[in-house]
């Protein structure tokens, strides 16, 4: 090249750098990228596929101590090539981890006060969607409380709406069963009828494994199913199905048993058998049997009763009743739980009764005068009735996330009575006006079906805690009532003369209910240990009542009595939406609480056929919603509750009109009364001290109502009969009404539970309103109630049980006249068992009253002494047992019934309690474990139900 074409190329270059440079490259990129394309598409299918998701499942397991308890609290971690989760152990210990990719993983646990797991390595089967792992072990550290020494492991355990007491802790005899294993434990009180009451509340219903057993009849769970087979007992405070699913608590609770058993006596068969005969005609029988293997139950219970009627002076009843309980699945999705159960009762019996009320009257010159109303009520009657109920539960898990309950139910009640009463009514020197004499015949036939269903739809999100449900609830009532009465009625009057009034009336009724309630729950977490919560529900109450009233001529002949006639019918709309924010959802807070508001929209409407009214009000209440928790630790804890209820007046108490369906009692309705408003505040403190075996229970309630709808009772002239007076009823409202009540129950066990002391008591106050003619009374109603009873079991041949009680009971009136009362009682108690050469054992049971303030034909300081003789069969399987109650026959006492007025009714029992009975039973049993899938260990919620 030379040098001119050298510069000239030169010279290019530069002028192509400077000008074309830049078209150059975008030139080059643009011719690259269309390569690349036609290189992809050529090598590629026209349509880009999505890939599948990857697989996700679900993975629980539980983590436990060396005790078998589960571990609260505990952090699980789980890792794979496509997971990194955690979380942690809820209040029975178990863990769930939700949309796990990799069915290959590792899991380590660790918590405060355990030595930590070593990593564990796991490969499942990839199809699985839901995986239930063996229970995890963690071993206690063994320098964490070097300063301190613990003698055994806890018996009771204080959850969240939960109390639960370990069953092995409490020794019972061999073949015992569950209401002797209850005695044992601190708090429980079981009655002789085989009812069971829990530091002071009734407990309602039984379950078994969480599930309702035998219609969740609490006496036939534990005087038929064996202690041995139990693992633990729970009182757990029920809010109903739906809360337990969803964690939303609306209303008052009710006091459940939950039965939990043993997994290695968790299937079984038994049976058994009664018959017993005595003096009094007295005659028994009993069948129970039952099957159970792990959530499946299968139960059938009757029994037949021929006896004297023990509340009353005399007569006899005929019981009987049969259970049926069927609960198993269908497939691996449904279970079900069919329940049927049938009562028939026959009885005569007489009542003997008096009673005293305060009473005032206004004289014609508005001046107020009080005195006292005596009257004595002698009755003998016959009654009949049967009842039939139908249940029948289906539980569907439709998938992972959407469950589904449907529960149809069926009830039929029918009843025939016959009554003849004497009344005789007396009244001090101001009420001689109310003097008379009635002799009443009565005969009534009823009949009531019911038909109801319920239908409960839940959805789970995938975010942990969110969730919606829905619950609908139908009930259609229909009740038809024919009543056939004779009164005859001789009126005392002041100039000494007497006045005679006769009915003779049938008085049919025809009442229809309909009952609808749909009701939404959403709960939206807002953190780890946060959440917000929304419930909204609606509840109609429709009412249809026809009362017709026919006066009996002497001729045969009857006509409608318009004035003795009620036919109305009417609705009660109540709606309900409540906001509420929780905190301390994790299982390791200490510290629990909601706070919220629920607000109240209500529509009462209906019409007076017979009266020609109508009436349309509505109302709205707020009510604050606040509850909190503080958990030291799993054996102590303290909690505090409010809660509100606004009640509406009833459709009569808001009729501006006389209803004189009753010619002694006419009522006339108040259209200005507003809706009653109670607030009530709950707290409890428990502490188990398991070092000391020392249990505390404290329970405070406090209730106060605003607006509360009471009675002004004047004493007027009848218009019907000169001379004579009568009672009006009109209502009004008065704010001031109040109630405290406490209970206490201190239990400490020594020796290794050879002795057991317990001290015990409840102290209520109310503050009453009532009021006579205008004039307001206060009434103070004290009640006191303590109780110290030691329990005595130094072998296991010997066992005493002693009870010392004293109970004051104590009504005071600021109306000045009225008759105030007291009633002071001290009772000793002792009752206990020896067993004698392994087969024979003496039991006996005799209590001591000392009873000041009653009056009356009543023996106030009675002995009443019961004892039984029994003889074991066949290893243990039989028993008959002679038996010998009130053997002093000196159980004749009164039935004592404090009255709002400060007044009172006390009722003869009967005096023929005296009676022998020798009785034969048989019990066939065989336990054995419940078996886990494919060789995996058994897997157990909370409430012990099986997963």
Same mark, same amino acid.
């Given at each position: 090249?030379?040098?001119?074409?050298?510069?000239?190329?030169?010279?290019?270059?530069?002028?192509?750098?400077?000008?074309?440079?830049?078209?150059?490259?975008?030139?080059?990129?643009?011719?690259?990228?269309?390569?690349?394309?036609?290189?992809?598409?050529?090598?590629?299918?026209?349509?880009?596929?999505?890939?599948?998701?990857?697989?996700?499942?679900?993975?629980?397991?539980?983590?436990?101590?060396?005790?078998?308890?589960?571990?609260?609290?505990?952090?699980?971690?789980?890792?794979?090539?496509?997971?990194?989760?955690?979380?942690?152990?809820?209040?029975?210990?178990?863990?769930?981890?939700?949309?796990?990719?990799?069915?290959?993983?590792?899991?380590?646990?660790?918590?405060?006060?355990?030595?930590?797991?070593?990593?564990?390595?796991?490969?499942?089967?990839?199809?699985?969607?839901?995986?239930?792992?063996?229970?995890?072990?963690?071993?206690?550290?063994?320098?964490?409380?070097?300063?301190?020494?613990?003698?055994?492991?806890?018996?009771?355990?204080?959850?969240?709406?939960?109390?639960?007491?370990?069953?092995?802790?409490?020794?019972?005899?061999?073949?015992?069963?569950?209401?002797?294993?209850?005695?044992?434990?601190?708090?429980?009180?079981?009655?002789?009828? /085989?009812?069971?009451?829990?530091?002071?509340?009734?407990?309602?219903?039984?379950?078994?494994?969480?599930?309702?057993?035998?219609?969740?009849?609490?006496?036939?769970?534990?005087?038929?199913?064996?202690?041995?087979?139990?693992?633990?007992?729970?009182?757990?405070?029920?809010?109903?199905?739906?809360?337990?699913?969803?964690?939303?608590?609306? /209303? $008052?609770?009710?006091?459940?048993?939950?039965?939990?058993?043993?997994?290695?006596?968790?299937?079984?068969?038994?049976? +058994?058998?009664?018959?017993?005969?005595?003096?009094?005609?007295?005659?028994?029988?009993?069948?129970?049997?039952?099957?159970?293997?792990?959530?499946?139950?299968?139960?059938?219970?009757?029994?037949?009763?021929?006896?004297?009627?023990?509340?009353?002076?005399?007569?006899?009843?005929?019981?009987?009743?049969?259970?049926?309980?069927?609960?198993?699945?269908?497939?691996?999705?449904?279970?079900?739980?069919?329940?049927?159960?049938?009562?028939?009762?026959?009885?005569?019996?007489?009542?003997?009764?008096?009673?005293?009320?305060?009473?005032?009257?206004?004289?014609?010159?508005?001046?107020?005068?009080?005195?006292?109303?005596?009257?004595?009520?002698?009755? +003998?009657?016959?009654?009949?009735?049967?009842?039939?109920?139908?249940?029948?539960?289906?539980?569907?898990?439709?998938?992972?996330?959407?469950?589904?309950?449907?529960?149809?139910?069926?009830?039929?009640?029918?009843?025939?009575?016959?009554?003849?009463?004497?009344?005789?009514?007396?009244?001090?020197?101001?009420?001689?006006?109310?003097?008379? %004499?009635?002799? !009443?015949?009565?005969? *009534?036939?009823? *009949?009531?079906?019911?038909?109801?269903?319920?239908?409960?739809?839940?959805?789970?999100?995938?975010?942990?805690?969110?969730?919606?449900?829905?619950?609908?609830?139908?009930?259609?009532?229909?009740?038809?009532?024919?009543?056939?009465?004779?009164?005859?009625?001789?009126?005392?009057?002041?100039?000494?003369?007497?006045?005679?009034?006769?009915?003779?009336?049938?008085?049919?009724?025809?009442?229809?209910? %309909?009952?609808?309630?749909?009701?939404?729950?959403?709960?939206?977490?807002?953190?780890?240990?946060?959440?917000?919560?929304?419930?909204?529900?609606?509840?109609?109450?429709?009412?249809?009542?026809?009362?017709?009233?026919?006066?009996?001529?002497?001729?045969?002949?009857?006509?409608?009595? $318009?004035?003795?006639?009620?036919?109305?019918?009417?609705?009660?709309?109540?709606?309900?939406?409540?906001?509420?924010?929780?905190?301390?959802?994790?299982?390791?807070?200490?510290?629990?609480?909601?706070?919220?508001?629920?607000?109240?929209?209500?529509?009462?409407?209906?019409?007076?056929?017979?009266?020609?009214?109508?009436?349309?009000?509505?109302?709205?209440?707020?009510?604050?919603?606040?509850?909190?928790?503080?958990?030291?630790?799993?054996?102590?804890?303290?909690?505090?509750?409010?809660?509100?209820?606004?009640?509406?007046?009833?459709?009569?108490?808001?009729?501006?009109?006389? $209803?004189?369906?009753?010619?002694?009692?006419?009522?006339?309705?108040?259209? %200005?009364?507003?809706?009653?408003?109670?607030?009530?505040?709950?707290?409890?403190?428990?502490?188990?001290?398991?070092?000391?075996?020392?249990?505390?229970?404290? *329970?405070?309630?406090?209730?106060?109502?605003?607006?509360?709808?009471?009675?002004?009772?004047?004493?007027?002239?009848?218009?019907?009969?000169?001379?004579?007076?009568?009672?009006?009823?009109?209502?009004? +409202?008065?704010?001031?009404?109040?109630?405290?009540?406490?209970?206490?129950?201190?239990?400490?066990?020594?020796?290794?539970?050879?002795?057991?002391?317990?001290?015990?008591?409840?102290?209520?106050?109310?503050?009453?309103?009532?009021?006579?003619?205008?004039?307001?009374?206060?009434?103070?109603?004290?009640?006191?109630?303590?109780?110290?009873?030691?329990?005595?079991?130094?072998?296991?041949?010997?066992?005493?049980?002693? $009870?010392?009680?004293?109970?004051?009971?104590?009504?005071?009136?600021?109306?000045?006249?009225?008759?105030?009362?007291?009633?002071?009682?001290?009772?000793?108690?002792?009752?206990?068992?020896?067993?004698?050469?392994?087969?024979?054992?003496?039991?006996?049971?005799?209590?001591?009253?000392?009873?000041?303030?009653?009056?009356?034909?009543?023996?106030?300081?009675?002995?009443? !002494?019961?004892?039984?003789?029994?003889?074991?069969?066949?290893?243990?399987?039989?028993? !008959?047992?002679?038996?010998?109650?009130?053997?002093?026959?000196?159980?004749?006492?009164?039935?004592?019934?404090?009255?709002?007025? /400060?007044?009172?009714?006390?009722?003869?029992?009967?005096?023929?309690?005296?009676?022998?009975?020798?009785?034969?039973?048989?019990?066939?049993?065989?336990?054995?474990?419940?078996?886990?899938?494919?060789?995996?260990?058994?897997?157990?919620?909370?409430?012990?139900?099986?997963?």
């Amino acid at each position: 090249m030379n040098y001119f074409n050298w510069v000239a190329a030169k010279d290019y270059d530069v002028l192509f750098k400077s000008k074309y440079l830049q078209h150059f490259k975008k030139l080059a990129v643009i011719l690259l990228l269309t390569l690349s394309f036609t290189e992809v598409f050529s090598q590629q299918p026209a349509k880009k596929e999505t890939p599948p998701p990857l697989p996700s499942r679900q993975i629980s397991g539980i983590v436990k101590d060396s005790t078998d308890l589960g571990v609260i609290g505990a952090t699980v971690s789980l890792t794979s090539d496509k997971d990194t989760l955690k979380t942690s152990t809820n209040s029975d210990g178990i863990f769930v981890f939700k949309d796990v990719k990799s069915a290959t993983y590792t899991l380590v646990v660790q918590s405060i006060g355990y030595e930590k797991s070593p990593v564990m390595r796991f490969k499942q089967n990839d199809i699985i969607p839901r995986i239930v792992m063996d229970p995890i072990m963690l071993k206690e550290q063994k320098n964490t409380l070097n300063e301190v020494v613990i003698n055994g492991t806890p018996s009771i355990t204080y959850k969240t709406d939960t109390v639960e007491y370990k069953a092995s802790d409490y020794v019972v005899r061999k073949n015992a069963t569950v209401d002797e294993l209850l005695k044992k434990m601190e708090g429980m009180e079981v009655g002789t009828d /085989g009812s069971l009451v829990h530091q002071g509340e009734t407990v309602a219903r039984a379950k078994l494994n969480g599930k309702e057993y035998l219609g969740g009849d609490i006496a036939n769970a534990i005087k038929n199913l064996p202690a041995e087979i139990v693992d633990k007992i729970q009182i757990v405070d029920d809010y109903g199905d739906q809360a337990a699913r969803t964690g939303v608590k609306d /209303g $008052d609770p009710q006091k459940i048993l939950n039965i939990t058993t043993r997994t290695d006596k968790s299937v079984g068969n038994m049976m +058994n058998l009664n018959a017993a005969g005595g003096s009094n005609e007295r005659k028994e029988a009993g069948l129970f049997t039952t099957r159970i293997n792990g959530n499946q139950q299968m139960g059938l219970n009757g029994n037949y009763k021929d006896v004297i009627n023990l509340n009353a002076l005399s007569g006899s009843n005929t019981n009987a009743d049969a259970r049926f309980s069927l609960r198993d699945k269908i497939g691996k999705k449904i279970e079900y739980n069919l329940n049927y159960q049938f009562g028939n009762s026959n009885g005569d019996n007489e009542n003997d009764a008096e009673s005293l009320r305060n009473i005032t009257i206004r004289n014609p010159d508005s001046s107020i005068v009080s005195g006292q109303l005596r009257s004595s009520n002698f009755s +003998n009657g016959l009654q009949k009735s049967n009842n039939h109920q139908f249940k029948f539960e289906f539980e569907v898990n439709l998938d992972s996330n959407d469950y589904l309950k449907v529960i149809p139910t069926f009830n039929l009640n029918s009843s025939d009575n016959t009554n003849n009463s004497k009344v005789t009514q007396r009244g001090s020197d101001v009420a001689l006006k109310m003097d008379q %004499d009635r002799t !009443i015949e009565n005969k *009534t036939s009823r *009949t009531a079906p019911e038909f109801g269903v319920s239908v409960f739809y839940q959805h789970t999100f995938k975010k942990y805690r969110r969730n919606f449900s829905t619950q609908i609830d139908l009930n259609k009532n229909n009740q038809d009532n024919e009543q056939a009465r004779l009164n005859f009625t001789k009126y005392f009057l002041e100039d000494l003369t007497t006045k005679d009034s006769t009915t003779n009336q049938i008085i049919a009724r025809k009442n229809r209910r %309909d009952n609808y309630r749909g009701s939404m729950t959403y709960v939206e977490p807002l953190g780890v240990n946060t959440q917000f919560e929304v419930n909204a529900q609606v509840n109609y109450n429709g009412y249809d009542n026809t009362a017709t009233t026919r006066d009996i001529l002497p001729d045969g002949l009857s006509g409608v009595v $318009d004035s003795l006639s009620n036919i109305y019918n009417y609705s009660f709309t109540q709606g309900r939406v409540a906001l509420n924010f929780r905190y301390g959802m994790s299982n390791t807070s200490k510290v629990r609480f909601s706070v919220g508001l629920t607000g109240v929209p209500s529509l009462l409407s209906g019409t007076k056929l017979s009266l020609g009214t109508t009436t349309r009000r509505s109302s709205f209440n707020l009510i604050p919603i606040a509850r909190f928790e503080y958990r030291w630790t799993r054996q102590q804890k303290v909690s505090l509750n409010y809660s509100g209820n606004a009640v509406e007046p009833t459709f009569d108490q808001i009729q501006p009109v006389r $209803d004189v369906t009753n010619p002694n009692n006419p009522i006339i309705g108040n259209p %200005d009364l507003r809706a009653t408003f109670v607030h009530t505040i709950r707290g409890d403190y428990n502490n188990y001290i398991a070092n000391s075996k020392l249990n505390l229970s404290f *329970t405070a309630n406090g209730s106060y109502t605003e607006n509360a709808v009471i009675q002004n009772i004047s004493n007027v002239e009848n218009p019907g009969l000169a001379g004579t007076r009568i009672n009006e009823t009109r209502f009004l +409202n008065v704010s001031g009404v109040y109630r405290l009540t406490g209970n206490y129950n201190i239990s400490k066990q020594l020796n290794n539970r050879k002795y057991n002391l317990q001290l015990n008591g409840t102290a209520n106050y109310s503050h009453n309103l009532s009021m006579r003619d205008g004039v307001l009374n206060t009434t103070n109603i004290t009640s006191l109630n303590q109780r110290f009873g030691p329990k005595i079991n130094p072998t296991e041949w010997f066992e005493i049980n002693a $009870d010392i009680g004293y109970k004051i009971d104590k009504s005071d009136n600021t109306t000045p006249g009225f008759v105030n009362n007291t009633i002071n009682t001290l009772s000793l108690n002792l009752d206990g068992r020896i067993y004698l050469w392994d087969v024979w054992m003496f039991a006996y049971n005799g209590s001591k009253q000392y009873i000041d303030g009653v009056v009356g034909n009543t023996n106030n300081r009675p002995l009443v !002494i019961n004892a039984s003789l029994e003889r074991q069969l066949f290893n243990r399987r039989g028993q !008959i047992t002679f038996q010998a109650f009130d053997i002093l026959n000196q159980n004749n006492t009164l039935s004592y019934d404090q009255l709002a007025d /400060g007044g009172y009714t006390n009722t003869r029992v009967n005096p023929i309690s005296r009676y022998f009975m020798l009785k034969l039973s048989m019990r066939l049993q065989k336990w054995s474990g419940a078996q886990g899938r494919g060789g995996r260990g058994i897997m157990r919620r909370g409430d012990g139900s099986f997963m």
